[in-house]
């Protein structure tokens, strides 16, 4: 039992926490959990917990159904949003009864890739701004609580007492926000999380679409991460900002080049450009994803990059003046719906495939790639790439594409509202 | 009660069991750091790890024993017991891997007292109250939710205030030399940290541009 342990376990014992809710996610990033009270839960840090993994999606392997769950316990939190404050949460490893780590768990995947940064001298950071909706509930006719703009303060704004309540809430979880905001769309808002190393964020998104929805559950609302719930306004997207930091020096900046940017972070850059069309469907998963990446609404539609090119994949924000650290590259596509775990593990293999083969970014006059238009495309491109197969591992990989191969049939054989209230009348 | 233990870098099986048998070590790389950095109440006896080299161990063995005058707990492997018969300034010697009630009682009869809950385990900072020995943090009388190593950098902070420290410095301290994630970590605890103690409190931990941050 090393200090960590005995932390969780005097922690549970001083404060009356009555259960320990044992977090992880499946391969779409879905949170699951399950319960143990604190007789177990010295025996749950040292041997890990049993459990029936064959109902898990992507878990469900021939003859391996069982699965243990070993506690992380620098994830022990108590929290917030519980009454009498008597539940606390640890994230897991998922590995299979002999100890080795189960291929299907999003969250080895992601150490898995983080721990081939740390060999080429890297460690990997992340800043994300994640944007959602509130709604009135979760029916099919979402109904807006305002109409209100970017920015825009009350009375226009009246979930900013919801969003306070998110706030204090991450902020007792460990997830320091550092702003947030009405966003562009109607009922549309952003919280900006502080960049910290990726597991951790990864970890803290999970966490943070978990708490946004149980502050609104609480005050009778709905919040969603759906990329674009509402047509004709802009979806909400996670943009991510990323650095790589070798020791203590930020790898990306260099006082010497033109925008700050370190050879290093061109290289990286370029990986993410020609990449970029592989990962989409990992950073990008479902049908109505798609429905966000299109021209016109602020959000990327192609592989390229700019300081403030709408349609561009990549953004290279102006760093705050005399601040090395804050440089960055800012990576539009992804949206909050998607697997944190995995679409770290396939930004960063990307960027990393950037720097081991001194990847050149395009050349002015040569078009830019269109990122996929449909999850189909998207499944297509990601099929075909070694990089993503590597990065995922064949478990996670292979299952992933046959269960989204299986919802874009679905998506394909639905007759949409669109096709009968233009078709039907004229044809 | 602190305890020094050298070589400075001992392995984790042995801090953890010291750590567990409710001392805390304190790394030292030579003679003067014994004596030079004796708390107010007296070291508990020291502990000696032996890694390769028995004899370079035994001498230093011999300087705590006889220059800092403390009692030396000699950590050996099981091959090297023969060897123990002519070790007169060893205080006593116990095999690797460890026994930890064998080491709380070897300790013990060297001349410690066993290590209890006393006032000296709460740590108290304006109101702000550390159990070291039950890891617990109150501010202004309500419990705080820590992580673990919130309460790690908190607890040093309090032990050590009024002094800057570099995010290196920290790191080591606190952390452990086998820490990989880089200085940024220190800033990413700090800000939690100032989140936690709330808005009238954070100014607790100033940062000193350029150099680290400072406690109280």
Redesign the interface.
């Known amino acids: 039992m090393n200090k960590q342990q005995q932390y969780v376990l005097s922690t549970v014992e001083e404060r009356g926490i009555r259960f320990i809710r044992l977090w992880f996610t499946d391969i779409l990033g879905s949170l699951k959990s399950f319960a143990i009270m604190p007789a177990e839960l010295e025996i749950a840090l040292t041997e890990g917990m049993q459990f029936d993994g064959s109902s898990i999606d992507g878990f469900s392997r021939d003859r391996e159904s069982d699965m243990l769950a070993m506690p992380d316990p620098t994830t022990f939190q108590i929290l917030p949003w519980r009454s009498g404050g008597d539940v606390a949460r640890m994230f897991c490893d998922i590995v299979r009864p002999d100890g080795t780590p189960f291929e299907g768990d999003p969250r080895s995947v992601l150490r898995h890739n983080l721990e081939r940064a740390h060999e080429m001298g890297y460690t990997f950071y992340v800043g994300p701004e994640v944007e959602y909706f509130y709604f009135r509930d979760a029916s099919a006719q979402p109904e807006v609580l305002d109409h209100g703009g970017y920015f825009d303060l009350t009375p226009l704004d009246v979930a900013q007492e919801y969003r306070r309540e998110t706030i204090m809430a991450l902020e007792r979880l460990s997830i320091p926000v550092e702003s947030a905001h009405h966003e562009v769309s109607p009922s549309q808002h952003e919280l900006d999380l502080r960049h910290t190393d990726a597991l951790n964020m990864a970890d803290n998104l999970v966490t943070t679409r978990l708490a946004v929805k149980e502050v609104a559950m609480e005050h009778g609302i709905y919040a969603t991460f759906m990329p674009k719930p509402l047509e004709g306004h802009d979806g909400s997207g996670m943009h991510l900002h990323l650095s790589l930091f070798q020791d203590d020096d930020n790898g990306f900046f260099s006082a010497d080049e033109e925008n700050g940017l370190s050879p290093l972070a061109y290289k990286f850059m370029a990986g993410l450009l020609r990449h970029a069309p592989e990962i989409t469907a990992i950073t990008n998963q479902w049908v109505n994803s798609y429905k966000r990446l299109v021209a016109g609404y602020d959000a990327p539609v192609y592989a390229s990059w700019g300081r403030n090119d709408q349609s561009a994949v990549v953004r290279v924000p102006i760093p705050k003046r005399g601040k090395s650290s804050s440089t960055r590259l800012e990576y539009r596509s992804p949206d909050p719906a998607c697997n944190p775990y995995l679409a770290f593990s396939v930004i960063l293999a990307a960027g990393l495939a950037g720097i081991e083969n001194n990847y050149e970014l395009p050349t002015g006059d040569a078009a830019p790639q269109h990122l996929p238009t449909t999850l189909a495309d998207a499944l297509d491109a990601m099929e075909r790439s070694s990089l993503v197969k590597d990065a995922l591992g064949d478990h996670v990989f292979e299952w992933f594409l046959r269960n989204k191969r299986r919802e874009w049939d679905r998506y394909q054989q639905h007759v949409s509202s669109f096709e009968l209230e233009n078709y039907l009348p004229v044809l | 009660m602190l305890l020094p233990i050298y070589p400075p870098d001992p392995s984790?099986a042995l801090l953890?069991a010291l750590?567990?048998a409710g001392f805390q070590p304190v790394p030292v790389s030579n003679i003067d750091d014994v004596i030079e950095r004796a708390p107010e109440p007296g070291w508990a006896p020291a502990v000696v790890e032996v890694r390769r080299d028995l004899g370079s161990a035994v001498a230093f063995a011999g300087k705590i024993s006889d220059e800092a005058n403390l009692p030396v707990l000699l950590v050996i492997d099981r091959t090297l017991t023969a060897e123990m018969a002519a070790e007169s300034a060893i205080g006593d010697f116990i095999l690797s891997p460890i026994d930890r009630t064998e080491l709380r009682v070897r300790l013990q009869r060297l001349g410690a007292g066993p290590p209890e809950v006393e006032a000296s385990e709460i740590l108290n900072f304006r109101d702000l109250e550390l159990n070291l020995a039950?890891?617990?943090a109150t501010i202004g009388g309500f419990?705080s939710?820590l992580?673990?190593?919130?309460?790690e950098l908190l607890r040093f902070f309090v032990e050590n205030p009024g002094r800057v420290w570099s995010?290196?410095q920290l790191l080591a301290k606190v952390w452990g030399y086998d820490y990989?994630?880089?200085?940024?970590?220190v800033d990413?605890h700090v800000?939690?940290l100032r989140?936690?103690l709330g808005e009238e409190r954070s100014s607790w931990i100033s940062t000193v541009r350029s150099v680290g941050y400072r406690f109280g």
């Open positions: 984790a953890d750590i567990a039950t890891y617990q419990p939710d992580t673990y190593m919130e309460y995010r290196e990989f994630g880089g200085s940024r970590t990413v800000r939690r989140a936690k």
